[in-house]
């Protein structure tokens, strides 16, 4: 799933070490979140539901 | 012989450690360098187990155990001491290199034990070691000749380091095992001399910042006690006449860590944070200092990745919580940090 941001203002603090992805801590993907990027994630911790938002597939026009 | 008109409390006694350079040789007598021996703020002065192999069977031919039935030996034997005290940056100093492996030299204050950490041997050979990772401990006897219990090649294989808001201002303690595999320098040793006393340099868990008293990714905890516990173990090989010729550091070396706090807003989401931990991945970072990152006199400790191990209600004046936690490694190839100690 892709994730975002939800404000700008409100941002991971790092050294929660929140993981998204299988494995350890990913200071990497926290700088890509908390830089307004979306990224590719596995999962969201509970601690990290106040902070993201899963972005929705756009759907083209016409589409079903 | 007259009786002897003297007595000692066990206050009297002391327990002092020292960094050894060579296997087989205790600290203070290596020449030069003798490494200092260090006292620690023990509680209690304890006393090591021998472990002393004894066999007090009957032979056949004899109801009685006679005295040429009897059977001791102290070669393959493993002595253990463990003591409890006050954890002051001398003696903490030289207990977080020996367990981390870092040469207390290089760590600057901040001991870390890598995701890929290799296991370790130190042998008969081992002389004139850089990181010093074998240490030699005396109790002091309150009397002052030839009484003192010298140890050499010893590792520390246990740390507990822990402190409770409503003791002593939540001054940090300690409990610390060793291990050795060597014979038992003397266990009449003449007159240790302490050549760095016990300080008044002690750790208060006060010092830690709300926001970076952080559990499993849960920052601003209100801590009523803590303990974490660090392990590496040791096990001996190689049997001489001067007791085990090889230590290997080659199970599991564990960070874990224990919390009693209040239970609130921000916490009442920790069972569902436990019960909803993902396979396979970290569930956050367990930080406990004064600032986000560990220096250098500030005690603190640090878990990049860390899992929940358990969570439960606890019924105080007020509800808390108790709950666990366990350092996770970055990877088998990653030289990230499972654990870190700052003292």
Known sequence: MKIKLKDSKNLINPSLGLCFNPGAYDEELINDINSGKEVEVKNIPINAEDYVKIVKPKTKKGAK | ??????????????????????????????????NDLVALDVDSIGSPSL??????????????????????????????????GTATTEGLDILLANLTGEALAGASGVYSIASNIASSTLTSAT???????????????????NADLSFKDCFCTNLVLSGDAGTEGGRIKFS?????????TSLGDATTTIDTAITANDYFMSAWDADDRIIAGTANALLFNFSLNLTNEVVFSGLTSTGFEAATRASEISATADFTIKYDSTFSGLFNSFNAQTAGSSTGATLMNHQASLADANFGFKMASSVLTNVGYSEGDMMQLDCSVKAVGAGIGSSTALVEVAC
């Open chain 2, 51 to 84: 472990g002393v192999i004894q066999g007090l069977d009957v032979r056949s031919g004899s109801r009685v155990l006679q005295a040429t039935d009897f059977f001791q030996d102290i070669k393959g034997s493993v002595k253990e001491m463990t003591v409890t």
């Open chain 2, 127 to 145: 002389a004139d070691q850089t990181g010093e990772q074998l240490l030699s401990i005396v109790y002091k006897s309150g009397y002052g000749t």
């Open chain 2, 1 to 34: 012989m007259a009786i002897a008109a003297n007595a000692f409390s066990p206050k009297q006694f002391s327990f002092l450690i020292a960094e050894q350079d060579d296997w087989g040789t205790h600290a203070v007598d290596e020449g030069s360098p003798n």
């Open chain 2, 176 to 184: 610390a095992t060793f291990k050795t595999g060597s014979l038992a």
